[in-house]
Every structure is written in structure tokens, then in C-alpha cells.
T-cell receptor, first 113, second 113 residues
Framework: QKEVEQDPGPLSVPEGAIVSLNCTYS??????FMWYRQYSRKGPELLMY??SSGNKEDGRFTAQVDKSSKYISLFIRDSQPSDSATYLC?????????????WGAGTKLIIKP | GAVVSQHPSRVICKSGTSVKIECRSL??????MFWYRQFPKQSLMLMAT?????????EQGVEKDKFLINHASLTLSTLTVTSAHPEDSSFYIC?????????FGSGTQLSVL
């Protein structure tokens, strides 16, 4: 079993829809949770950064962490064609000062105009 | 967010030659940088952790004599693919940790003929 599970998709939704992306994990010691967006043949771009459980909102993006269920989510409201990309979840241990991340496989998202 | 610059973005070389990829943190000092490899439609695979002023730490299965990493300053790490072969063709990405998270370069597409 992988430490972090993420459905690779692709996930195809119409423009304007609410998108829900998810990851599950097995290590309860993870404390920091991140979502990255990666366009084809580009480096990942940090979207959301969350510590421990709870919600965090930034514009059209909302990140949720449920540590009791070992489940994290990224919601995208009013999705746009420019949101089409691969979204990777990542997480790390609190004691890891070198920011070495454990990655999900990435979900390819397609927003249809 | 912090900016990480990676060069070149694309390189084509002949089999047997060596290729150097540079990763620079432009507006922060990074004591730790990471090098990843990414195959098409797959997630990031950590190759090594590069620490300023010391030897890199390689992940299991990564040949340290083939993938030479030098982290000579707090803003520059280099990855040299020595005696490249077609199977080394891949997308290589670096990242650097700042106080606020992990930031990525734009990646280098290496094609070995």
C-alpha cells in the first residue's frame, strides 16, 4: 500500500462546476499537507499549504484536512479551462525540517469550455 | 512566493555525453534542495537531497556516480547526468526549501539520442 493514494483520473468537468480532488494517506504522523498544480512539462506550483486539521480558503480554492479519517481534499469553485492541469497532493512529517515530501500520484483535471 | 530558477529547460544530447542542470534560488537562501525525476503521466520521484556544503543523500536505486549533485552555495545546486544514455531521457525538476515551503523550478526535459 502506498503512503499516499490519489486517483490519477482524468477527471473531466464542465466549466463553472465545483471540482473536488482528494487524497488518502496511511501515516497518522503527517502534519503538513499541500496541494500543488502542475501544467504539462512545468514544475509544480504550490497552491495550498495546511497544517494539521481544518479548512483553508484562498480565492476559488479551499483545502480541507480530516486527520481522523486521514483524508484531504481540494475544492475548486467556478472552475475555468485554465485550471486544467495535474493536481498533486503532498504531505510531510512535522519533525522533517528538510521539507522532504511524500507525494500522491497526481490527478489530471480537464475543464471543458 | 519564492522563486526557483532551473536551466536549461530543454536539452538534447548524444549518448555518452554529460549534461549539467542548474537550480538557483533567486530570492532566498536554500540550505536544502531536492532533485526529482518525472516520467510521463507519473508523479515526482525523489532522486536525491542536496545539502549545502555536504554530500548529497541519494534515494535507493539512484546511482550517485551517474547523477552527480553539487550544492556549492546557498543559492545553487547542480545535477550532472554523466555518460547519458537514452534511458536517462526524462523530465528533471529541482526544488528548494525556504522558511515558508517547498518551491520548484520549471523543470528540464532531457532527451538523449
Amino acid at each position: 500500500q502506498k503512503e499516499v493514494e490519489q486517483d490519477p483520473g482524468p477527471l473531466s468537468v464542465p466549466e463553472g462546476a465545483i471540482v473536488s480532488l482528494n487524497c488518502t494517506y496511511s501515516n497518522s504522523a503527517f502534519q503538513y499537507f499541500m496541494w500543488y498544480r502542475q501544467y504539462s512539462r512545468k514544475g509544480p506550483e504550490l497552491l495550498m499549504y495546511t497544517y494539521s486539521s481544518g479548512n483553508k480558503e484562498d480565492g476559488r480554492f479551499t483545502a480541507q484536512v480530516d486527520k481522523s479519517s486521514k483524508y484531504i481534499s481540494l475544492f475548486i469553485r467556478d472552475s475555468q479551462p485554465s485550471d486544467s492541469a495535474t493536481y498533486l497532493c503532498a504531505m510531510r512529517l512535522a519533525r522533517d525540517s528538510n521539507y522532504q515530501l511524500i507525494w500522491g500520484a497526481g490527478t489530471k483535471l480537464i475543464i471543458k469550455p | 512566493g519564492a522563486v526557483v530558477s532551473q536551466h536549461p529547460s530543454r536539452v538534447i544530447c548524444k549518448s555518452g555525453t554529460s549534461v549539467k542542470i542548474e537550480c538557483r534560488s533567486l530570492d532566498f537562501q536554500a540550505t536544502t534542495m531536492f532533485w526529482y525525476r518525472q516520467f510521463p503521466k507519473q508523479s515526482l520521484m525523489l532522486m536525491a537531497t542536496s545539502n549545502e556544503g555536504s554530500k548529497a543523500t541519494y534515494e535507493q536505486g539512484v546511482e550517485k556516480d551517474k547523477f552527480l549533485i553539487n550544492h556549492a552555495s546557498l543559492t545553487l545546486s547542480t545535477l550532472t547526468v554523466t555518460s547519458a544514455h537514452p534511458e536517462d531521457s526524462s523530465f528533471y525538476i529541482c526544488s528548494a526549501s525556504s522558511g515558508t515551503g517547498l518551491f520548484f523550478g520549471s523543470g528540464t526535459q532531457l532527451s538523449v539520442l
